[in-house]
């Protein structure tokens, strides 16, 4: 069994063997998927444009979404799921930390970052705040559609993955992701 096939199954009985005893797996789950977190960081920050002077950079933003996961994994149902989680924590750090450091700034510095494979065909700087706004407005009209996008854009699921998360067809997936990528490339054009 390969390396990162052996880390998979090792975060899904690690999830699994915590609950099922009743304990934290916080401690054990850090190391087995550290790299990977690292991993969907660095591909949120791919070809961003960072302003003079910012502070978030990948490293801080696995540790400060790390922060928003720990005391909350109870519920978490293996790898797949996990990573869904960690993407939904990623999301919300990038935009409280946009918001913040928009305010601190009178409404400019926005931070921006890459939308890597998927609102666009080439890679397109954009609004992280814009993009949050957005998303939570398109979860208003169709929450399966921005669940996927946050699973797909944030999380670096598969279609597969993302199907299997939802309990969804790939097809389902793929339509719904057409629909949402266009949805949300017209209010971010906007």
Sequence with gaps: MAHKEKRQVDVT?????????????EDLLLPLVYDELRGLAHAVFAGGVSPAGHT???TV???EAWLKLVGNLDPVHGRRHFFAVAATAMRQV????????R???RGGGVRAVTLHEGLAHEP????VVAFDEALSALASHN????RIVELRFLGSLTISETAAELGISETTVVSDWTMARAWLRCQLAG
């Design 13 to 25: 009985r690690l999830l699994e063997s915590a609950r099922e005893r009743g304990e934290s797996a």
């Design 56 to 58: 978030l950079q990948p």
């Design 61 to 63: 933003l696995v540790h």
């Design 94 to 101: 990038l935009a409280d930390h946009a918001k913040a450091h």
């Design 103 to 105: 305010r601190a700034k």
């Design 124 to 127: 397109r700087v954009f609004d």
């Design 143 to 146: 929450a399966r559609h921005a």
